[in-house]
């Protein structure tokens, strides 16, 4: 399907346009800011109570994951077009029109990578927050990378975090927590821009503490949905030997030492209401692995961040392939994976 072709279909399939969503978004802000209440409470209410609330499921996972991966296919600046749609569909999914958020745009241009026309790419980060009441300065970021690799449609790498976030999102649209939560999709994390300063996550976390906002966690999904009770199927990287099991059936979250209490916190939660085992810890950033997602942006600037992951490049045979399709994930699994981590975020939330 083209990009010409697909844009009409995703218009007609997810019923919210770019025009749409920003004709919304500044009516709303008109409303709000005209007719908003004194109460600030009261106004995280009413702001909630616009937002279209449903549970997780594995079929809406599935969905998600199979727009991302085979009606939109591999997403990167080599196929600048297929990023375009992918940020797209997440807008709308995100946006006024479906779940109710606003949701903002954060551009940048890419010093290294050039259009036909010789001008910078500019691709974007897509932010979603649901407002907090008597915590609110306080911010939780959900995070997750929509690229892939060329060549890959990434289905768990990272289609799989970006369906979490938004079954996340949709989970607690039009509840009231304590804190803010901060929904981000990140682009630009896999190479060439891994650990760059073009990297999407790198791009916010550097604006966060520019804003000097406060960030008391932040959680990346990467890598969610493939789970195996076959012996011997988990690698073990160096440095770990005793801490991961040999059977690739666990969820890991890594943490360093200054999230420590994040993680901690995150699976013994995770435990709590999830079937599925967890392993996690504080482990050094030398160890292949640890700092493999957008946490590590964080870190770079003093933010708690956790990594959560079924550790895909340690026992996922289709990582960064063109195999790396839907049919490959456990969806039965990933839904009590992503069940687990919303509690995770509500007790984050709720303190």
């Given at each position: 399907?083209?990009?010409?072709?697909?844009?009409?279909?995703?218009?007609?399939?997810?019923?919210?346009?770019?025009?749409?969503?920003?004709?919304?978004?500044?009516?709303?802000?008109?409303?709000?800011?005209?007719?908003?209440?004194?109460?600030?409470?009261?106004?995280?209410?009413?702001?909630?109570?616009?937002?279209?609330?449903?549970?997780?499921?594995?079929?809406?996972l599935e969905r998600h994951i199979r727009i991302l991966c085979e009606t939109i296919g591999e997403r990167h600046?080599?196929?600048?077009?297929?990023?375009?749609?992918?940020?797209?569909?997440?807008?709308?999914?995100?946006?006024?029109?479906?779940?109710?958020?606003?949701?903002?745009r954060e551009?940048?241009?890419?010093?290294?990578?050039?259009?036909?026309?010789?001008?910078?790419?500019?691709?974007?980060?897509?932010?979603?927050?649901?407002?907090?009441?008597?915590?609110?300065?306080?911010?939780?970021?959900?995070?997750?990378?929509y690229d892939?690799?060329?060549?890959?449609?990434?289905?768990?790498?990272?289609?799989?975090?970006?369906a979490a976030l938004i079954s996340i999102a949709q989970a607690l649209a039009g509840e009231q927590q304590q804190r803010t939560i901060r929904f981000v999709a990140f682009a630009n994390e896999e190479p060439p821009y891994f650990q760059t300063k073009e990297m999407g996550s790198w791009v916010h976390a550097r604006g966060c503490a520019e804003?000097?906002?406060?960030?008391?966690?932040?959680i990346a999904f990467d890598g969610l949905g493939y789970f195996t009770d076959e012996p011997n199927s988990q690698e073990v990287p160096p440095g770990l030997e005793g801490v991961f099991p040999k059977e690739g059936n666990f969820l890991a979250f890594v943490a360093n030492e200054n999230s420590r209490f994040l993680g901690d916190q995150a699976k013994r939660v995770f435990e709590g209401v999830s079937g599925i085992p967890a392993?996690?810890?504080?482990?050094?950033?030398?160890?292949?692995?640890?700092?493999?997602?957008?946490h590590w942006s964080f870190w770079q600037e003093g933010f708690p961040a956790?990594?959560?992951?079924?550790t895909i490049p340690f026992r996922y045979?289709?990582?960064?392939?063109?195999?790396?399709?839907?049919?490959?994930?456990?969806?039965?699994?990933?839904?009590?994976?992503?069940k687990g981590l919303e509690e995770v975020i509500r007790s984050w939330a709720n303190p």
């Open positions: 399907m083209t990009g010409r072709k697909l844009i009409p279909f995703l218009l007609v399939a997810f019923p919210a346009g770019l025009l749409a969503i920003g004709v919304t978004s500044m009516v709303n802000s008109h409303l709000q800011k005209a007719k908003g209440p004194q109460d600030p409470n009261e106004q995280v209410r009413l702001e909630a109570a616009s937002l279209n609330q449903e549970p997780v499921s594995r079929e809406t600046v080599g196929k600048m077009n297929q990023l375009e749609q992918a940020a797209f569909w997440i807008e709308s999914s995100l946006g006024p029109t479906n779940l109710g958020y606003v949701v903002k551009e940048y241009e890419l010093a290294s990578s050039f259009a036909e026309n010789g001008k910078p790419h500019r691709v974007r980060n897509l932010v979603a927050e649901l407002p907090g009441m008597a915590l609110r300065d306080e911010i939780i970021i959900v995070g997750a990378h892939t690799v060329p060549g890959s449609p990434g289905a768990n790498d990272n289609g799989s975090g970006v804003r000097e906002e406060k960030i008391v966690a932040m392993v996690g810890g504080v482990f050094p950033e030398s160890i292949p692995g640890v700092g493999w997602s957008d956790i990594m959560v992951t079924d045979e289709h990582y960064h392939k063109p195999t790396d399709t839907v049919d490959q994930l456990d969806m039965e699994q990933l839904e009590f994976v992503v």
